[in-house]
């Protein structure tokens, strides 16, 4: 098995963050929106309302190392905001060629004693050639390689993998 995701730890940054919305610390990811739409990096060194693992929203803690990011996947629809994460490749995939893809997400904790929250479906990755050009906050149009379709609200780390073919060199991938 080789890991061709740089930085998916979240571990390799130019400054702790101390608010949120601070991904542009974190080294090789990114997002295609304007200043509405920035998903956030979180560390256990962080201060403020950039450190793990009490965020503005959740209590959570790192899943591997002490960092994660974090995006907005639910909005209301008379005001809809999409924030999307989109992380590099080692090396371009190769066509015709199967990979095997993991990652893990949770919702975090609200409180101690409230067990509910808001479940999302539709969450999916899509392979690209970069950063995709998102204007402000609007959804973009992606083919997905991967989409979870069960609504999702779970308080710990839940790990998906898929396989996929690659039919294009791709270089990039976007939550």
Request: net charge negative; hydrophobic share 40%; aromatic share 14%.
């Amino acid at each position: 098995a080789q890991n061709l995701i740089v930085n998916g730890g979240f571990e390799s940054f130019l400054e702790f963050p101390n608010a949120s919305g601070q991904l542009h610390f974190v080294s090789d990811w990114g997002h295609g929106g304007g200043a509405s739409a920035v998903p956030d990096f979180y560390h256990e060194g962080g201060t403020g309302a950039g450190d793990l693992p009490q965020t503005p929203l959740a209590k959570v803690n790192a899943f591997k190392g002490k960092a994660i990011a974090g995006f907005v996947a639910y909005s209301d629809p008379p005001n809809a905001k999409h924030e999307y994460l989109t992380g590099r490749l080692a090396e371009p995939l190769k066509p015709g060629q199967r990979y095997r893809m993991s990652f893990a997400i949770t919702s975090g904790r609200v409180h101690e004693w409230v067990d509910a929250g808001v479940g999302v479906s539709g969450l999916g990755v899509s392979m690209g050639f970069g950063v995709p050009d998102q204007l402000e906050a609007e959804k973009l149009d992606l083919e997905a390689q991967f989409e979870i379709h069960e609504a999702l609200y779970d308080r710990n780390w839940r790990r998906f993998t898929f396989v996929f073919e690659a039919n294009q060199p791709f270089t990039h991938f976007t939550f």
